[in-house]
């Protein structure tokens, strides 16, 4: 390996480091601002139509689906939220938590070609998880599907020793993610700049450096090892985030390779799959730490709701590729829709809907 790439690569592992901070940072200012108010309105679901309306704001605001998902176990561990209204939360958690991703991608805002097809990479997450919503909340609305299974599942796990896991890039990232916050008085507004202005800057950085690398044949590597077919770039998207513990993490890491032109849509879209089946790890273990067959349970329609949706989906992974590419061609011509699309999915539909239909 020539001298000059090994100061490349040691620049991107420095420059990805940075870009952990900046989306742990960030996510970090927005628990400041809303968790507390997130876990207030968990706590007033009163039908699964709600619910599922309050999990995806809930999860926009905190920006991530772990926290949303363990205050959910929590909550119905301690028996003050039933199972029935617990799982439409859980999968408006799982749409809400791709707003991290969109966000990502608008460091590309600045360039049309590479921003449209970051935009597209990043909100085909968003319309994988409509597509599963669609099919799967009428089913367990009607017929409960998902409650039903993960019993049985659940029942068999009862009384299993509890176990703990401990994210190693958490722990990498946690000392200047406090740094940071304690050197900005823990101040949300000031931790949210400081965020964005990080990862604008190490997306440039990430695109810059990657380029430089492909002449010492990156791109090859990508694509013919950890992305050289579906189930490979499945279980390397399921791995990486029971690893990071935050599918948003693990998502977003892709979205600068996707500007660049090094990885398409349809190379990352399993990939993309694996880390919704990853990220339920983290309230799997949450409902074995509380020992209660009904957290055991919703934890159990995480996952079958993340797996089950990977599988019927990925045949039809044509549709959501589709209006992910077409929002983006929209959002080129026109930055309102970028604007409409976020505040009205992630914010203004759900407080709507919320608010209305109580």
């Given at each position: ?131 599963v919503l669609l099919v799967f909340f009428p089913l367990e609305y009607f017929f409960h599907f ?213």
């Amino acid at each position: 390996m020539k001298k000059g790439s090994q100061w490349s690569y040691l620049l991107l592992l420095l420059v990805l480091y940075v870009f952990f901070v900046s989306i742990d940072l960030m996510s970090s200012s927005f628990m400041l601002f809303g968790s507390g108010f997130a876990e207030s309105l968990i706590n007033t679901v009163s039908s699964p139509f709600i619910g599922l309306f309050i999990g995806i704001l809930a999860t926009s605001l905190v920006q991530s689906s772990s926290l949303t998902t363990s205050i959910v176990v929590g909550l119905v561990a301690s028996g003050a939220l039933p199972v029935r209204l617990a799982v439409p939360l859980i999968m408006g958690a799982n749409l809400g938590t791709s707003i991290t991703n969109t966000l990502v991608a608008l460091g590309h805002i600045t360039r049309k070609h590479e921003f449209k097809k970051a935009f597209a990479g990043a909100t085909v997450d968003d319309f994988f998880n409509i597509c599963v919503l669609l099919v799967f909340f009428p089913l367990e609305y009607f017929f409960h599907f998902l409650e039903k299974v993960a019993f049985f599942f659940s029942s068999s796990f009862v009384g299993i020793e509890t176990v703990s896991f401990h994210s190693p890039l958490k722990a990498i990232v946690k000392p200047a993610v406090s740094f940071i916050t304690n050197l900005l008085f823990s101040s949300p507004w000031l931790m949210i700049l400081v965020s964005l202005i990080f990862l604008f800057v190490c997306l440039r950085l990430i695109i810059k450096v990657t380029r430089n690398i492909l002449s010492t044949k990156f791109e090859n590597f990508l694509h013919h090892y950890l992305f050289r077919g579906p189930l490979v770039a499945y279980f390397l998207g399921f791995l990486i985030t029971v690893i990071v513990e935050s599918s948003s993490v693990t998502t977003s890491l892709v979205i600068p390779f996707i500007g660049a032109g090094i990885l398409s849509i349809d190379r990352i879209f399993p990939y993309i799959l694996g880390t919704k089946v990853g990220t339920t790890f983290t309230s799997i273990l949450a409902a074995l730490a509380t020992s209660s067959p009904f957290a055991l349970t919703i934890a159990f329609v995480h996952f079958l709701y993340a797996f089950f949706g990977s599988l019927i989906i990925y045949p039809f992974r044509r549709i959501p590729i589709w209006m992910a590419n077409r929002l983006a061609v929209a959002a080129v011509k026109n930055k309102f829709w970028i604007i409409a699309y976020i505040t009205g999915l992630f914010y203004i539909l759900p407080i709507i809907i919320i608010i209305f239909m109580r």
